[in-house]
């Protein structure tokens, strides 16, 4: 599988006092995705710059395609190939979508308008097609802006909150989109706040805090590592009464904290086979389990839960 993005060992410091980036090392695929994830100021927006050859790292290697983006002439090779959304950035109001649109097709050579008219009609800005962007709302310049960064089909996203601002609705096309990309082999790295683009999109995830990269893995695996006490769902196929469940359940063993509920028992405990042998108590009995699994946390409480730990 071909790298995309490798970064090596990077330090940045503002004004050579402030270290911001702290031996930082990350790779990114040909086809994957990754989601750059952190508290606000914990060094993603400067990580993505120094990335992109915006900032000079103080130490550290970078290549991206296997191209040096500090060297002014290998950065063009690399802009070539890629695009890059900016959190924030604004659009120019003064052009209309189409003026917007051709300023961007000139600039990556596109001549094909068969992807552009598939992005206009997915983000649904056909009928704003003639007018100024100055006009527009903050989803629809966000659309905007997605649009021109996907128009030359690049092998590399590189992006900074690109759900800002969007319904749940475009939310869930760009994500589709992005999908449809990714099986292409377009790679990508995202800075991101939203959980549900990270839970629907990305492979990975890359937290970062403090300037210092805290976790690296898949979003299981940090609701799994983040998970305070490990819970257990036994869900019944019907309703049984909490008293004859809790008669069942008498002298099982010694969980740290059973719940009881009319068709679900929540088993808390750090040794997995207390939890077997509630179930094969339940099932003993003749009870029919419709599903018997680990409780995981979900996104956001994971990453809460990790980040106070640290």
Known sequence: ??????????????DNKKLVLNNVSLSTYQGESVGLVGPNGAGKTTLVRVLLGILYPKNGNIQVFGYNPLNKKEREKIYGQMGYLPEG???????????YIELFKTLHEVEDNSTIEELLDMF?????????????SKGM?????????LIHSPKLLIMDEPTDGLDIASKEETIEYMRKLK?????MLIATHDPYLVENLCDRIIMINKGEIIFEGTTQQLQEVAQNEPCYVIELMEKVKKEKLEEILNNIGEP????????TIKIWTDDENIAKNVY????????IVKNFDRYLPTFSQAYKNFLEGK
């Open 89 to 99: 950035a604004d659009v120019y109001p003064q052009l209309t979508l189409k003026q």
């Open 183 to 187: 099986k292409k082999g377009t790679s």
């Open 256 to 263: 740290q904290k059973i719940i009881v509920e009319e068709n």
């Open 141 to 149: 310049k966000q659309k905007a802006k997605l649009l021109t960064i």
């Open 124 to 136: 649904d800005l056909q009928d704003v097609f003639e007018k100024r962007l100055g006009t527009f």
């Open 1 to 14: 599988m071909n790298k995309h993005i490798d970064a090596i060992n990077v330090d940045f410091t503002y």
């Open 280 to 287: 094969k108590k339940v099932v003993d009995e003749g009870l």
